[in-house]
């Protein structure tokens, strides 16, 4: 009988979790999907505009582990986030950063964080990107 539970409530506990996968983090301004199970791993959105000291939320949606590691010096790191985790990085000042996964970035899986004056500036020089037809 509780296992007749348990399968019956699987489903509802399923869409609950994706529930959680796709409305922002609490406490984040920016959330940031690791996607791409059976094709190319990806950063979506690949690039994100915050204020400096704001959070970015590194939401895990595969079944293998990624980081979100900047490349510049004493920029963020996420380190291991598991299949399935989420983790916070704090931008504490302003600039472009890219980052990539120190397990994919090889192959493409990379992203950029403008943060502060150079999120303003982007803002300025261009129009908001619109969403690309997939
Ligand atoms: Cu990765």
Do not use: W
């Not at 609950?16 to 959105?45: R, S, Y």
């Not at 989420?86 to 964080?113: L, N």
């Amino acid at each position: 009988m509780a296992r007749a539970l348990r399968y019956a409530l699987m489903p509802a506990i399923a869409a609950l979790a994706a529930l959680f996968m796709i409305i922002p983090q609490e406490g984040a301004e920016a959330t940031v999907t690791m996607t791409g199970d059976g094709g190319t791993f990806t950063f979506e959105p690949a690039e994100v505009r915050l204020d400096s000291g704001e959070q970015i939320a590194f939401v895990n949606d595969t079944g293998t582990t990624h980081t979100a590691t900047c490349t510049a010096r004493g920029c963020f790191d996420s380190g291991d986030v598991q299949p399935g985790q989420t983790k916070f990085v704090t931008v504490d000042r302003a600039g472009s950063f890219d980052y990539f996964c120190r397990y994919h970035g090889r192959e493409g899986m990379s992203g950029r964080v403008l943060a502060g004056s150079e999120a303003a500036r982007a803002a300025d020089s261009q129009p908001s990107p619109s969403p690309s037809p997939s």
